[in-house]
Structure formats: C-alpha cells, structure tokens
C-alpha cells in the first residue's frame, strides 16, 4: 500500500471501473489495513440513490442526474463518429449500481463493515473524463494492484481539457479538509486521475493558510453557481443489462453466487466463460431435442482455445462478446450461438425494485418519462462500440404461424446441398457394407510365395514357436447393394415421427427416398421454408418408381415403422444384400421379414461415424415449391 499512500491518515487508491478482475482486488487491497472513511469520486447530490441501490444488490439498477438545459454540446451530424441521435431531447448523468463496479463494490465494503463515506466530487451537470484504454484489468489476479498501477502510470497522460484540472482542484481541496474530520482516509479516483491528484494535493497541501481561505471562498463560490437536479433511481430492463455491466451479465451472475455461497471466486472473468458455453448446451439441447448437434467436451475445449488465439491477437487478456460470439458461430452454428447470446444476457438476480424501469443503451437510454435520454456514465469502463456479426435468428409464433397457414401441401421439394450430402453418405454406407460382406470367408494361410492380402500378424505370433509366417486371403466382393436403410432413432415412437413420405428422384444421381421423420409444420423457419428430423430412411438406387411404401397394402403385416423401412427395402431391391445402418444389429424380427424375400441384411453399425456428423445429416429442410429455393439459403441454417 505504500505507493498509495500520500501522507499519513490518506491514501489515494485509483480505480478502472467495470471489471469483476479490479473490483475484487480492490475490496481485498481495502480489508488488509483499516481505515475510518472511504472517499469516493461521486457528488453529494447521487448518495442517498446510489446508497439505495447498493442496498438493493444484487439487483441491478442506475441512479440518473439529468441536466436542466436540452442543449447539447455540439450539433448531431451524421458523418460524426457517435453522433447524437436527432430524437434525443434531454442529457444527464448515471452511476451504474452493477456488483462488478469497484467502486460500488468498496461502497458495499463499506456499508457492511460500517465505516463512513464520504462524496468528493463537485457538482455539475456536464461530467468530462478523456477516455483511456487500459491494460486488460484481468492483469491483477496474477500481480498486486500495486504493481498494475504502477505499470500504467508512465502511459497516463496529463488532462489537457481546463474544466478537468479545475475539477482535480477542488477534488484535492475537499480531501484536505476531510483530514479534519477523520484520523484515515482511503480515497478512491479513476486510474487516469490518479498522478495528476496526487500532484494537486501536493501543490495544495504546500499553500498557505490565506492561501486556502481564498480557494475554499472559491470553491463555495462555484457550489453556489452550480446547481443541479436531483438524483432519481432506475430499474433496468432485463434485455438491456448489457449495456450498464462493466462484465456479461452470467459472469456477473456467477461473481455474486460465488459471494452468497462463499465460493471461490479466482478467475471467474475467465473461467466462467466454461460454465457459459454449458449453460448454453443444456438450453439448445432443450430446444432442438434430437436436432442439436453434439456439444462436447472436446468442441468447447477448442473453441476456447481459439477464442484464446483471437484474444491475444486482439492485445488482450479477456475476450470481447463479440470474439466469443463469433468463435461460437464458426465452430458451432448459429443455433447454438443464439442459445449463448441468450445465456450470456441472462442475469439471475434480477428481482424487482420499486423504481420505474429504463432501457439501456451505448451512451442512450430510454427512460419513462423523458424518452430517449443521452447519458454518461460516472463511473467509465473500457471504451465499447456497436461491431455486426449476421446470425440467422427462428421467427416469432406469429410468423410462424402465418407460413404454415400459407403452406401447399401439393407443392413439396427438397434443398440440393442436403441432397448431395446425404447421397455422399450413403455412398461411404454402402462402401462399408460391401467391405463386410463376405468377411466372413476370409481365411488365413502359411506363406508360400505370396503375401496374398497382408500378413495376418495375430496367426504368425500364435505360430512363433516355428518360425512360420502366415498370410490373409479374403475374398473379392460380389454383387452390389442397391437398397441401404438407414435407422437414426432406436425406438421410435410413431407418434413423434408423423410424417411418412416417398420422394422420388430429381436426376440420376439421386435416389428414390422414402422416410418416416418429425412434422416439418412444427418447425417452420421461413416463408416456404420448414425444418424436419429423419427417425429412419431408406434409399433405392439406381432411382426407380415405387408405389408408396407407407399406403402399399402389401408391407401391412408389418408392425412398426423401422419393419416397414426394412420390408420395404426387401422387396424393391434387386440385390440380395440389404445394407442397414442403425445403432444395434438387426433383431429376429428383421431377419425374419429379410429372409421371407430372401433377402441377407448386412449391419453397419451407426458408432462408425461421427455422432456431429450423424446429427447434421438427420436434420434436413422441406421447402414449399422449387422457386423457394431461390430465397431458401437466407433462412437455412446449420444447428
């Protein structure tokens, strides 16, 4: 604490506001040695709101001082960087009442271990204060504040706008006389402030006595001359938490569970971006059902690392919203991604508060009353701005509504991409299943004179004892398999998986499908534009006209969905292998209805592929007409 310490009984402690990292080694940094008043940088005219709404934590809220006069400092101009926005009529002031503020994390300090506080900063409408960027405050879990503060200070510069040096002025005035009224004082300033009210209270405390009485003449002089609104308080609108937390809202969330539950609460700016991206998977989970990709372990784990490599390319410690957003968009889909939007926003304690409600923006809010407001911020975090990044988000019930009310149910096509990738995959089935028919007759034998088909290494180390090598041989593959069926779902109930169709091919590199899968006018996407999932599907190629497996009065003997698939692949098929690509071998009752056309069903287990890329296949688009396929593209997302 020495590089603190001005004099004895007062010590000037900087502040980078909204981050979790600084609050909490602040409050740690006051508690190691006691003190009688905590001094913050705020005016008078905010204590009694933001003491109220510190009383009311953890629930999020902001104290606003509005300004008498609607003039603005300059003119909106569009080709201005920020500019106003023509509709704003009032300006004023805020403090943000958020957890993750340090110093309205010392004021909750403060209250708890019952010490007094005391408001430094002079009255005035208008609050000036040059932004700064600072070194990532993440820095001070891994050093002392001390040491971070001192690292920063050869980059501060000295204020070049008057208004702020005559504020530092009487900021260093009302410190020294504060030094009347209590034996120590901790006094907190924005890190940006620091050097220059140290050097203030210096060259103030070095005057002389008349000299004082003249600037304290002056001083009341201009509290007399600076009148100012009162302070009203301010709920904030669970959508726009956002914008007033110098963290996300779930970090922010996690801060103050780990603080009710006395948890460990070391690097949770990072750490808890884990527990995000989990809370994000169990609700896309929740809302997709079967249709959600397979989140696991091993894709969050590379995701971080690449929202790490992003990070340090950007300079910084902590990522940006807009870096995970983006990495979770590339590497998961937009689905998921709207899912860890939603999460990251989410604030668990927000409880009502018996102020009215505004909504927050960048520098705006909109407040009850006065309408659009622009305001700013008492307590600055890091510089933000607005950055797009395209994500294809579900439509309202309403338009739902209305496209599956305009649906044609005679005008019905597929989307070509998904075509040609579920055609790639039964290629890689129907390979599988050729490489295993037969395997059976494979044989080994004692090498001669030709290694045949490789070395059969498990036969050789059985016959170590003489000497001999043994080789493999197994036979050529005959025949070919026009008909696969495919079975995603191991138990499937006839009541979720409504839809059963026949669809025959395009073009000759397609197959004549037929699949039983969920309602696609659950899921409509678009106008024209609707989602289903495959419970199970079979594919006949060469494509050829087949009546509908699902009104054939000839597959009626069987009983389930799955049976009626396989009958039905039986019957149509030219070939006397069936390949069947599900994830158990065939029961008794499928080879029972295989060997009643004489047919032999060859099982590929489903494990041999990747469960992402199983899942991705099973989802496919239904759209209304041919010409929708035009638009389609804008609505077609990936889960």
């Known amino acids: 604490m020495a590089i603190f310490d001005f004099?004895?009984?007062?010590?000037?402690?900087?502040?980078?506001?909204?981050?979790?990292?600084?609050?909490?080694?602040?409050?740690?940094?006051?508690?190691?040695?006691?003190?009688?008043?905590?001094?913050?940088?705020?005016?008078?005219?905010?204590?009694?709101?933001?003491?109220?709404?510190?009383?009311?934590?953890?629930a999020v809220s902001a104290v606003v001082q509005?300004?008498?006069?609607?003039?603005?400092?300059?003119?909106?101009?569009?080709?201005?960087?920020?500019?106003?926005?023509?509709?704003?009529?009032?300006?004023?002031?805020?403090?943000?009442?958020?957890?993750?503020?340090?110093?309205?994390?010392?004021?909750?300090?403060?209250?708890?271990?019952?010490?007094?506080?005391?408001?430094?900063?002079?009255?005035?409408?208008?609050?000036?204060?040059?932004?700064?960027?600072?070194?990532?405050?993440?820095?001070?879990?891994?050093?002392t504040l001390e040491r971070y503060c001192a690292a920063v200070l050869p980059a501060i510069a000295r204020p070049s706008d008057a208004s702020h040096s005559v504020r530092l002025q009487k900021v260093a005035r009302q410190l020294l006389q504060l030094q009347d009224r209590y034996i120590s004082i901790v006094c907190l300033c924005n890190l940006q402030d620091w050097p220059w009210l140290?050097?203030?209270?210096?060259?103030?405390?070095?005057?002389?006595?008349?000299?004082?009485?003249?600037?304290?003449?002056?001083?009341?002089?201009?509290?007399?001359?600076?009148?100012?609104?009162?302070?009203?308080?301010?709920?904030?609108?669970?959508?726009?938490?956002?914008?007033?937390?110098?963290?996300?809202?779930?970090?922010?969330?996690?801060?103050e569970r780990a603080r009710a539950q006395w948890d460990d609460d070391a690097r949770l700016s990072t750490e808890g971006l884990k527990e995000l991206f989990i809370s994000a998977r169990s609700s896309y989970r929740t809302d997709l059902g079967n249709r959600a990709r397979?989140?696991?372990?091993?894709?969050?784990?590379?995701?971080?690392k690449y929202i790490r490599n992003q990070t340090l390319l950007e300079r910084r410690m902590t990522p940006s919203f807009y870096t995970i957003v983006r990495a979770a968009q590339q590497m998961m889909g937009d689905t998921y991604t709207i899912?860890?939007?939603?999460?990251?926003?989410?604030?668990?304690?927000?409880?009502?508060?018996?102020?009215?409600?505004?909504?927050?923006?960048?520098?705006?809010?909109?407040?009850?009353?006065?309408?659009?407001?622009?305001?700013?911020?008492?307590?600055?975090?890091?510089?933000?701005?607005?950055?797009?990044?395209?994500?294809?988000?579900?439509?309202?019930?309403?338009?739902?509504?209305?496209?599956?009310?305009?649906?044609?149910?005679?005008?019905?096509c597929s989307w070509p991409e998904e075509d040609t990738r579920i055609e790639s995959f039964r290629n890689r089935v129907v390979e599988r299943a050729q490489s295993m028919i037969g395997a059976d007759l494979a044989r080994t034998e004692k090498f001669t004179t030709s290694i045949m088909d490789g070395l059969d290494l498990r036969e050789t180390l059985r016959h170590w004892y003489d000497g001999s090598l043994y080789?493999?041989?197994?036979?050529?593959?005959?025949?070919?398999?026009?008909?696969?069926?495919?079975?995603?779902?191991?138990?499937?109930?006839?009541?979720?998986?409504?839809?059963?169709?026949?669809?025959?091919?395009?073009?000759?590199?397609?197959?004549?499908?037929?699949?039983?899968?969920?309602?696609?006018?659950?899921?409509?996407?678009?106008?024209?534009?609707?989602?289903?999932t495959y419970g199970g599907a079979m594919f006949l190629y060469p494509p050829r006209p087949i009546e509908d497996i699902w009104s054939d009065p000839r597959l009626d003997y069987a009983d389930t969905l799955e049976q009626r698939l396989v009958a039905a692949a039986c019957m149509h098929s030219q070939s006397r292998q069936i390949a069947v690509l599900s994830h158990t071998a065939p029961g008794l009752v499928l080879k029972h209805i295989?060997?009643?056309?004489?047919?032999?069903?060859?099982?590929?287990?489903?494990?041999?592929?990747?469960?992402?890329?199983?899942?991705?296949?099973?989802?496919?688009?239904?759209?209304?007409?041919?010409?929708?396929?035009?638009y389609a593209a804008h609505f077609i997302r990936k889960a």
């Open 7 to 58: 004099k004895p009984g007062l010590r000037v402690v900087p502040v980078v506001h909204g981050s979790g990292s600084y609050a909490k080694a602040l409050t740690q940094t006051l508690l190691q040695e006691p003190f009688e008043c905590l001094a913050v940088p705020l005016p008078r005219s905010f204590a009694s709101g933001v003491l109220a709404g510190v009383e009311k934590l953890p």
């Open 66 to 143: 509005l300004a008498e006069s609607a003039t603005f400092p300059f003119d909106a101009d569009e080709s201005t960087p920020n500019a106003i926005d023509a509709t704003v009529r009032s300006r004023g002031t805020y403090v943000p009442i958020d957890p993750c503020q340090a110093v309205i994390a010392a004021i909750r300090m403060a209250i708890s271990e019952r010490l007094a506080i005391e408001w430094i900063e002079p009255e005035s409408e208008e609050f000036v204060l040059e932004a700064m960027v600072f070194p990532d405050a993440y820095a001070v879990e891994h050093t």
């Open 198 to 255: 140290r050097e203030e209270l210096a060259r103030q405390d070095a005057l002389t006595d008349k000299a004082n009485s003249q600037a304290e003449l002056a001083m009341e002089s201009w509290r007399a001359e600076a009148p100012v609104l009162e302070s009203q308080n301010y709920a904030i609108d669970p959508r726009t938490h956002l914008f007033i937390q110098g963290e996300l809202p779930f970090i922010t969330g996690l801060y």
């Open 294 to 304: 397979q989140i696991t372990p091993l894709l969050i784990s590379q995701c971080l």
């Open 339 to 412: 899912h860890l939007v939603n999460a990251a926003k989410e604030y668990p304690y927000d409880d009502e508060l018996p102020w009215p409600m505004m909504k927050m923006g960048i520098d705006q809010a909109d407040l009850p009353d006065e309408g659009l407001t622009q305001l700013q911020s008492r307590l600055p975090g890091p510089p933000v701005e607005w950055r797009n990044l395209e994500l294809n988000r579900p439509g309202n019930k309403l338009d739902k509504k209305s496209w599956s009310s305009r649906w044609n149910p005679y005008h019905q």
């Open 471 to 532: 080789v493999k041989i197994l036979p050529p593959s005959i025949g070919h398999l026009d008909a696969t069926v495919m079975l995603f779902d191991p138990e499937p109930d006839p009541r979720e998986y409504g839809w059963r169709a026949t669809w025959f091919a395009e073009h000759i590199d397609e197959s004549t499908l037929a699949f039983f899968a969920t309602p696609f006018t659950k899921e409509m996407l678009g106008p024209g534009v609707a989602v289903s």
């Open 594 to 630: 295989a060997k009643r056309y004489h047919r032999k069903l060859v099982h590929v287990p489903l494990s041999h592929f990747a469960d992402s890329v199983v899942q991705q296949l099973r989802m496919f688009h239904v759209l209304n007409g041919k010409h929708v396929r035009s």
